[in-house]
């Protein structure tokens, strides 16, 4: 039993509360013991896609990117309509129109947002797998950083298997837009991307450089860089 004062009386009440014993066997906690389960398994393959994609995530804002994507892969995974709850699972999520439309569009860095950043129109065409922008002028398209005079583009693609955890990730070279140009019309592709088991997501990498004497500096602060999601397929 218990004793604390409330006011001018003691309390007495039997001892109750969370245990570890309890948060694996007790009936009142199979919800909580569902939901730390399916966490467990986003967690660890939202892990998996930042290291595949390491290359192209900001570093400044680690913490940001690690929740914002854990959060929308949650989304995603409770989109499985096939399992029971605790085992549902991302792989079922992006087989449905509705989870893959969740993550289309996505933005990994919350600081770097693709329509905050690029005030032009693009579309990208899911059956040739490019990205096509209208004509542009390059200072009005681009926000850019104070310092930056340069805007390079380029596309990714990765092929995750969510069973596995296997991953093939590429990307295309930089194309890049001085500050003071005009584009009649551009694409951006990935040449020869190899086949293969999971799902495979396209993405658009924005940075921001420096030009010098032709050489291009990257831009110090990566928290200006846009990575998002063009298609899930």
């Known amino acids: 039993m218990v004793t604390y004062p409330l006011y001018d009386d003691y309390i007495l009440r039997k001892k109750s509360g969370f245990t570890s014993k309890g948060m694996k066997k007790d009936p009142k906690y199979a919800r909580s013991r569902e939901n730390a389960s399916e966490f467990g398994t986003v967690s660890r393959l939202c892990k998996n896609i930042r290291i595949a994609l390491k290359e192209v995530l900001p570093k400044s804002n680690n913490l940001e ?16 309509d096939t399992a029971e709850r605790g085992k549902r699972s991302l792989k079922n999520g992006f087989e449905t129109a509705a989870g893959r439309a969740l993550f289309t569009g996505y933005d990994f860095n919350p600081s770097g947002v693709f329509r905050a950043v690029f005030k032009g129109n693009s579309c990208f065409d899911t059956e040739s797998s490019t990205l096509v922008f209208d004509p542009f002028e390059t200072g009005e398209a681009f926000v850019f950083p104070e310092g930056a005079n340069c805007a390079g583009l380029r596309m990714g693609a990765l092929r995750f298997d969510f069973g596995s955890a296997e991953c093939v990730f590429v990307l295309s070279d930089w ?3 001085r500050l003071e140009s005009s584009i009649a019309g551009t694409q951006l592709g990935i040449d020869a ?32 860089k846009v990575v998002c999601v063009l298609g899930v397929l």
């Open 175 to 177: 194309s890049m837009y």
């Open 193 to 224: 991307f190899p086949d293969g088991e999971g799902v495979l997501f396209y993405l658009l990498e924005i940075s921001f450089f420096t030009e010098e004497e032709g050489s291009f500096i990257p831009y110090p602060k990566d928290s200006t």
């Open 65 to 80: 990117v690690c929740n914002g994507l854990t959060t929308v892969m949650r989304k995603v995974m409770c989109c499985d």
